[in-house]
Antibody
């Protein structure tokens, strides 16, 4: 399993950013995928999960209405569109492969991409 | 949303046993999963579905779950076990289903 995140960077409050995760070495469309973040010096926080077919999505209350998870099964890519960003969204964002079935756990993780929201 | 509570930092001498707890209301009715995160690294799954170990995880790592407490037990602790440990559940009844505990720092003396 290989998961490679990209798209992190510095963005101003209220701005937008799109994260991507390139997946390989497993049947991507057969698995749900998730984003999990970790603010500097803090614990893990689940952000969002999308089913293998892309039809089912879940969001943390803290990002609902601002973030959108999506996937392109033809390109083996997971995305996270982040709008109306706030300082508290500053974190390392990890892409994670979910277990085969729900209730989900996170079987493999990427190395993460850092998002910094600051003026 | 469901809340998972983990204790403050735990310290243990090499060769001894560490127990890290994860508390939640009737957590025994959920499947609990555990992750190890060494400094500067991504998390790694060490126990899933309460008691199962992924391939490559030493038998020294074991889990249990009953009532209001799940426990990760690390036997014969080694220096390389020093890390943060997080419990996690997926609450299918919630609109915020993914939940992590706050994490517990394990220090090997």
């Amino acid at each position: 399993v290989q998961l490679l995140e990209s798209g992190g960077g510095l963005v101003r409050p209220g701005g937008s950013l799109r994260l991507s995760c390139a997946a390989s070495r497993f049947p991507f469309s057969s698995y749900a995928m998730s984003w999990v973040r970790q603010a500097p010096g803090k614990g893990l926080e689940w952000v969002s999960t999308i089913g293998g077919d892309g039809d089912t999505t879940y969001y943390a209350n803290s990002v609902k209405g601002r973030f959108t998870i999506s996937r392109d099964n033809s390109q083996n890519t997971l995305n996270l569109q982040m709008n109306s960003l706030r300082a508290e969204d500053t974190a390392v964002y990890y892409c994670a492969l979910c277990s085969v079935t729900s209730p989900y756990y996170f079987d493999y993780w990427g190395q993460g991409t850092l998002v910094t929201v600051s003026s | 949303s469901y809340v998972l509570t983990q204790p403050p930092p735990v310290s243990v001498a090499p060769g001894h046993t560490a127990k890290i707890t994860c508390g939640g209301n009737n957590i025994g009715g959920n499947s609990v999963h555990w992750y190890q995160q060494r400094p500067g690294q991504a998390p790694v799954l060490v126990v899933y579905d309460d008691t199962y170990r992924p391939s490559g995880i030493p038998e020294r790592f074991s889990g249990s779950n009953s009532g209001n407490t799940a426990i990760l037990t690390i036997s014969r602790v080694e220096a390389g076990d020093e890390a943060d440990y997080y419990c996690q559940v997926w609450d299918s009844t919630s609109d915020h289903p993914g939940v992590f505990g706050g994490g517990t720092k394990l220090t090997v003396l």
